[in-house]
């Protein structure tokens, strides 16, 4: 790897980091948040929401038991649906280990499933071929010495805080470190480590929020390293450099930062919510969904889609319906994803383009009557098809000998206008794949 072009492409690129190409190329991956809150089905956050001491949390601990849990099945649903990637919650802000650590008894293997789940699911996922993440959290709101701060679940309990006052952070440090070196050390290659999150500006009064100081982020990313040198890294430890990660909203156009790209992944949620929420209707369409992953990519950025099993171990059936759906759109059109980029030829209205090499792909989020018009593109295009079907479609460019009546449709000299069929492809959203000329 030569680190110093890397560095030069990417703004949020250290020279200590690993060669990020397979990200950039595989655009489409699964999160999943899977913890004692997918049983609780109301938030991955309700422990704070509804300051629930770990005493009280306990009973999710005793009763965590996903029997219907299988991992093959996880891994096969994300591969159908064209994922490559994959990113699992080792551990959550709730503090519960969802493999088998050395390092606390609040760990899977004494819960009523007693297995380690992680190894299963890294496991299943590395078979069909998927690139392995691991999230993991900085905040832990179960450990005895992580400081109470103002997102802490007994924020506002004054008794606890006192008789909690001489918590030690160097403590739970050890602790938050060991256990990343356990995962970084006994499940072979991890491809890519997801840190989450710092809060360092947050100012709550009597406290302050967490940052790169708290977590000695330089000393836990030194380590990573050390322990994983093909490892990616998210952006999270607070320390400027790693992979960007907008969290529920996309951004208006590439990122970049002083004038260089940044490399990017947007990570978004169904239905609002990323631990299993049972009541939570706010469902996405499949339409809505790959419009937002299509997005995306034509900013060059990632695509990281969560799924929040429920308590039994199972994906939600609107969760699975929506893999399905977007699985079969991706068996089409996975060309106009894998690889692909931002395009530096403007997109016509309700259209996003890709562009890998000489090919060119417009997304068609909203199919027109008969004709779209593409700025800039005049001598530009060999041919043009649909590429669900690879059936040909007809453009035209100006001709000056042609006598417009004016009835025709007007062609500006810049622009090629593309010839659709009255009716949409069966397809959720349709691409047209334009050969540009080299
Ligand atoms: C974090 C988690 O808290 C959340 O539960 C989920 O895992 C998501 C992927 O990542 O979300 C955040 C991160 C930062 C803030 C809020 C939620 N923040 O800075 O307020």
Known sequence: ??????????????????DPQWLIHDRFGLFIHFGLYSPAARHEWFMTHEKIHPKTYQKYFEHFEPDLFDAKEWARTAKKAGMNYFVITTKHHEGFALWDTKLSDYKVTN?????????????????EGLKVGLYHSLIDWHHPEFTIDGLHPQRDDEDFKLENAD??????LEFMHGQVRELLTDYGQIDYMWFDF???????????????????????????????PNILLNDRLDLNRGVITPEQYQPSEPVEKDGLPVI??????????WGYHRD????????????MLIDTVSKSGNFLLNVGP???????????????????????????????????????VDC?????????????????FRHIHLEGLAGKIKYAQLLNDASEVYFREFDPEEVITSTETKIDRNSVVIDLPVQKPEVAIPVIELFLKS
């Open 264 to 273: 990017w992944e947007a990570c978004q949620t169904m239905n609002g919510t």
């Open 111 to 127: 819960t009523p499933v007693k297995r380690d789940l992680l190894r299963e699911v890294i496991d299943a996922f590395r078979e």
């Open 310 to 348: 429920n308590g039994r171990g199972e994906f939600d059936y609107r969760s699975i319906e929506r893999l399905e759906e977007i699985g079969e759109w991706m068996r089409l059109h996975s060309r106009s994803i894998y690889g692909t980029r931002h395009s530096k030829y403007k997109a016509p």
């Open 198 to 228: 710092s809060y360092p500006h947050r100012d709550f009064g009597w406290s302050k929020g967490k940052g790169a100081m708290d977590w000695h982020s330089e000393k836990l990313e030194e380590m990573v390293l050390d322990l994983q």
């Open 167 to 172: 918590r030690d952070m160097n403590k739970y």
């Open 280 to 291: 939570n209707l706010d469902w996405k369409s499949t339409d809505t969904l790959l419009k």
């Open 352 to 368: 996003r383009y890709t562009q890998k090499g000489n090919r060119l792909y417009l997304h068609i989020h909203s199919w027109p």
């Open 1 to 18: 790897m030569n680190t110093n072009t890397i560095e030069k492409k990417y703004a949020n690129w250290s020279d200590a980091y690993a």
